[in-house]
């Protein structure tokens, strides 16, 4: 049974605390990306390989992927133990960045400590959630990750009157939160379904059954693909347009809304807040109560309205409240949210997390691959038809979220995987 004890919320709570790390750095990398810019003097080909590949793109690709074999074979807890020491040493050469090189290797080892940690924090939270709060326990991961950019832009505005020594400070109130952190979670305990699994594996071994490989039954059995084709169509196709926003957004605010850095790191701001607030008001409270196609549908429509205003309704102030008012709202529980509870109910425990890391490998693959092509994109299409393709990515991410989303309210890890596997 899934633990439903106040020390089980204590434990979620402890783990998605990575989450706010991860995206917190993700956007502090964004909120201060203008000041890089300047004492570096990089051209646009250096500023697309910082975002593609950082913590935005290839590197939590790479990590993603190690991440979610790694603990699918060793555990849950393991990835506690080593991932936000690694982070920690990312995050430091950040902070004494005096070049390009250092800073790019400094991205890019943060982005390897925060793939590895994505496939393991969803999958410990819902495996440990009961079945009845499963949307509601990985809702506070969501939230969590929410907290961390809004709090990192606050800190970018208030600190700006520093320049490039405000985005250091950034990051160091994230080494200091995530030593913090990783101190509190070398205290949680392995997750009991991922115990249980091994044992089972371990007896059956015992008897000379021979197991078939875990990676090939992900892509061979029909119920596997169908949710990758699920996960991958909403996560991958909104990513594109949710991983430009985190890491350029802000540089779109300056260089084509004409807003300095602080008016487009303070709008950033309220925008996170919006989504933390979505992500409490809707997801943790209604996730497990109302008809998730139906939370999906609602949230992917806000997201296309957004864009829509942003992108065919000019750049005033007027249209970037809009666009921030309903995008903000949406992304506390759209596809980011309904990927990390699907991504933990669909598959089965043996690679739940393996599945997991190659989902998220794929569409962050996709985000440094367009990363690589933004600001090119945009200072050579215009923003017009580079807004009219994000759209596009939007609408396939709600078309197959709506036919495709699966009904799981109320159903334990264990009926889900039954239902799944043997019809």
Not at 54 to 64: E, Q
Not at 119 to 131: Q, R
Not at 339 to 357: D, N
Request: charged share 15%; glycine share 12%; net charge positive.
């Amino acid at each position: 049974m899934a633990s439903n004890t106040k020390g089980g919320l204590k434990s979620t709570l402890t783990v998605s605390m990575s989450n706010y790390l991860e995206a917190g750095s993700i956007v502090a990398a964004a909120g201060g990306l203008t000041l890089w810019m300047e004492y570096l003097n990089l051209d646009d080909f250096k500023l697309g390989l910082l975002g593609a590949l950082s913590a935005n793109g290839f590197a939590s690709a790479a990590g993603a992927l190690l991440g979610g074999i790694l603990v699918d074979k060793y555990g849950r807890k393991l990835i506690y133990k080593y991932d936000l020491l690694v982070y920690m040493f990312g995050v430091l050469l950040t902070i004494l960045s005096f070049n390009f090189p250092m800073l790019l290797i400094g991205y890019v080892i943060t982005g390897l400590a925060v793939g590895a940690a994505i496939p393991a924090a969803w999958t410990y939270i819902a495996e440990e959630a009961p079945e009845n709060e499963r949307a509601s326990r990985v809702g506070w991961g969501q939230l969590a990750w929410s907290i961390g950019p809004a709090i990192s832009l606050l800190l970018s505005v208030a600190l700006a009157p520093l320049g490039l020594l405000g985005s250091r400070i950034i990051f160091g109130q994230l080494f200091v939160i995530a030593l913090i952190t990783w101190i509190m979670q070398q205290q949680i305990n392995e997750s009991k379904i991922w115990e249980e699994e091994k044992q089972k594996e371990v007896s059956q071994k015992a008897k000379g059954k021979k197991l078939e490989s875990p990676i090939k039954e992900l892509f061979t059995i029909k119920a596997n693909r169908h949710a990758i084709v699920l996960l991958l169509g909403i996560y991958c196709f909104w990513n594109l347009v949710a991983g430009v926003m985190g890491y350029f957004m802000p540089y779109i605010y300056e260089t084509v809304g004409g807003l300095s850095s602080k008016q487009a790191n303070l709008l950033q701001a309220f925008l996170w807040i919006l989504t933390v607030l979505g992500s409490y008001f809707v997801f943790i409270k209604l996730g497990d109560k109302v008809n998730r196609r139906i939370l999906y549908g609602v949230g992917a429509a806000m997201g296309i309205a957004a864009w829509a205003v942003l992108t065919y309704g000019g750049m005033g102030m007027t249209e970037l409240l809009i666009f921030v008012i309903l995008w903000g709202t949406a992304a506390g529980f759209g596809a980011q949210a309904f990927y990390g509870l699907w991504a933990s109910e669909l598959f089965h425990t043996k690679y739940r997390a393996k599945a997991q890391g190659f989902l998220f490998c794929t569409a962050r693959v996709a985000v440094g691959i367009i990363s690589l092509a933004i600001p090119t994109m945009i200072s050579t299409l215009g923003f017009k038809a580079s807004g009219s393709i994000m759209i596009g990515f939007l609408l396939i991410a709600a078309v197959i979220g709506l036919v495709m989303a699966p009904e799981t309210r109320g159903k334990s890890l264990k009926e889900i995987e039954e239902e799944r596997y043997s019809a």
